[in-house]
């Protein structure tokens, strides 16, 4: 729970050390997973155009996902989606 801060989740980076690194002249050390993604193998999908609605929540379930920051619909919405694809299944 300490690494989460007004709603946040709080990063590892060491951003001072990544300072004095720069300053030193050091370089970051290279991901070695960098560069070995396939990218011909995607699919983009262009996301559907959403129709507005009206529907009524209870109160704690709009205050739980509004409470997770911004794009509160949109978690909503994919929350919604994965409910319907589980049962489409």
Request: aromatic fraction near 8%.
């Amino acid at each position: 729970m300490d690494d989460i801060i007004q709603g946040k989740i709080r990063g590892q980076t060491d951003w001072e050390r990544v300072r004095r690194e720069r300053i030193a002249g050091i370089e970051p050390e290279k991901d070695p997973d960098e560069g070995t993604f396939d990218w011909s193998k995607i699919q983009v999908t262009m996301p559907q155009p959403k129709k507005p609605i009206s529907v009524r929540l209870d109160a704690e379930i709009i205050e739980f996902f509004k409470g997770q920051g911004k794009g509160y619909q949109t978690r909503i919405n994919a929350v919604l989606r994965s409910y319907m694809e589980a049962h489409q299944k």
